[in-house]
DNA sequence: CTGAAAGCGCTAACAA
DNA sequence: TTGTTAGCGCTTTCAG
């Protein structure tokens, strides 16, 4: 019947209606100043009509870029990164912009071949969790070609980007502070991903303070799988120097920390003090409930946004402004793991 | 320098270094078999030596689908969720596909709509955790448009679709005859989001365990926050009927339940047990480590994806086949939280 | 302020 | 087996 096969109408049936030439419906769609009142209202009136829409292959056919994100991170199922993950998307969507998602799984040769290939697809922006160790100069190339790149959580080295970064430092040092107020003088340290930019600057924060208060620094890192955490803690146990705090660098060393305490029924806090870097939902339901430093995904996601979508918009104006680099600061939000009391303040 | 602005080498450059006609090029990128071997040869020489990549936006015009998948969730950040995001990605990528996420935040309107954005990217393939409470017609016209879907976790109502679920109602039988094999007689249930497809099976299993034992269920439905666990569990430990056992149907209320029960100093398993659907990765840490039923979110995409990616390739054939529908099997993880045994057995 | 022509990179349909 | 022609829907010249 249809002379059309799929009734998707196009710029030129509106064209037709409207009475007017393709370039004027054209201008109308990109709001372009030159077209009469008049005209445009009849073009609207015409694209009303065929509920037309845009076909968006066709701009990027012209050098446009797509309505379109990319996100990377390095583990999509990790609480942390799928909260960020949930923001992105939703601040994304309500600037009209759809989500690519990638997992680099941690490896920096994946990411960057995921971020080309977003690239590729004409992504108008690129927030990167990134897992690069050294300069790249094939990102360096992407950003070149005038791809916006915001990294957040942890910089890119080499790259002179905008960053939105979170006071892992200060975070650590605050950690340390309480335990040190609570009269811990052997306080141990564990993590790992000890060349994961943020766990290197918790380990600072950690060792100056430590120092500071002309203290000696344990710490045990690599220790990553439960049973390296079970063995790490038999032997500090069973060391002269027993610590009798501990500060763990991430959730997944909090969490066998704790269950390995628990397996060796030693007392929380009373044998030993126990402080996380990283809040997670179920930290005030644990016994004792934990006492951790937390950081806001949502918050570091959401000014992430923030900056990547000005410099897409300022994009055309070419002005090529100073990277930002945005500092988050973190919570301590003492709960029962180190004994005392019990309220929570800011640390930075 | 450059007359081209850009290097990225096209079909045509490619023909030209090759001294062949575009369409020879085409036909090779496609694999097409009508080429000379040796044709073929110095084609790939001239692709390989350019760095020829198609230009996808091109082929988009010409009317093919984009090398991209599409998965709706209604919530990334939820742990389940965000845990098949990540296996979804992974798959995708292994096949060549990019991942285009949205969240549906549980409103069916947002989901449809994110569905429609996604197909007019051109998605070959959609994956949808729906929100959808009735028939709907947007959703009809978009598997009509040829649009291979596939709904998990919960079926797709009015729409025939690959469908991949969940023993939900084994599931929840199968808790519920562990109590009862605790010897408890007084089991409630509480959730929230009865609305859901899974929550209903859930109940479901439950009552017809409760029944064919001849006792009373006791089911409250609707409790969501911490408050409303709080005020329900008032209640019901002062009634005349105080269960001596408590099935919770969600995640979220078993995380509520535990922190009320802790509060109000209920031993957990001797004045009341506890059996939580959907395990989590802190279950076992808790004192006591809760029992579950539990999922698996990557067994769920996994098998979600391998159906789509075989709908996409059998796409072309236009076999319109039976859809398929997998049901997959839970996991009773018994841990202390309902006392006795600490071994864990399959459920259905 | 408006429109006609040219072409972005590719492929379907036809010729050779 | 190969090449030529004609667009896909849009925007960027350049004329009116």
Chains 1, 2 share one sequence.
């Not at 934990?290 to 959401?302: F, G, K």
């Amino acid at each position: 019947m249809n002379k059309r096969k799929s009734n998707v109408p196009t710029i030129r049936e509106v064209a037709k209606l409207a009475r007017v030439g393709l370039m004027t419906v054209s201008r109308v769609i990109n709001d372009h100043p030159s077209v009469r009142a008049s005209t445009r209202k009849k073009v609207e009136a015409a694209i009303a009509q065929l509920g037309y829409q845009q076909n968006e292959a066709a701009q990027l056919l012209k050098g446009r870029r797509a309505k379109l994100i990319g996100l990377i991170v390095p583990d999509l199922s990790d609480a942390f990164f799928a909260s960020c993950a949930q923001t992105v998307q939703h601040i994304a969507r309500a600037h009209g912009f759809m989500t690519l998602v990638a997992a680099s799984e941690r490896d920096p040769e994946l990411e960057v071949e995921q971020a080309e290939l977003m690239a590729k697809r004409m992504i108008s922006g690129l927030l990167l969790v990134s897992s690069i160790k050294e300069s790249d100069e094939r990102l360096q190339r992407l950003q070149d070609s005038d791809l916006p790149i915001v990294a957040f959580d942890r910089p890119l080295p080499g790259l002179n980007t905008d960053a939105v970064l979170v006071e892992n430092r200060a975070g650590a040092e605050a950690a340390t502070q309480h335990l040190l107020k609570h009269g811990h003088q052997r306080i141990a340290c564990v993590g790992y991903d000890q060349d994961v930019y943020t766990v290197r600057e918790r380990i600072e924060g950690y060792r100056y303070t430590i120092q500071n208060a002309r203290l000696k620094p344990q710490i045990a890192l690599g220790v990553k799988t439960l049973e390296e955490v079970q063995a790490w803690l038999d032997e500090a146990l069973d060391s002269k120097s027993r610590p009798t705090a501990i500060f763990s660098l991430n959730h997944r060393t909090s969490v066998f920390l704790l269950q390995a305490l628990a397996e060796r029924n030693v007392q929380i806090p009373e044998e030993m003090a126990i402080i996380g870097f990283d809040d997670f939902e179920l930290a005030s339901v644990l016994k004792p409930p934990l006492t951790t430093v937390a950081q806001s995904p949502v918050e570091l996601a959401r000014r992430s946004m923030q900056l990547l979508l000005e410099r897409i918009r300022s994009h055309k104006g070419d002005v090529q402004q100073e990277s930002a680099k945005i500092l988050l600061p973190v919570r301590l939000i003492i709960r029962g793991s180190c004994g005392g009391h019990t309220n929570s303040a800011s640390a930075s």
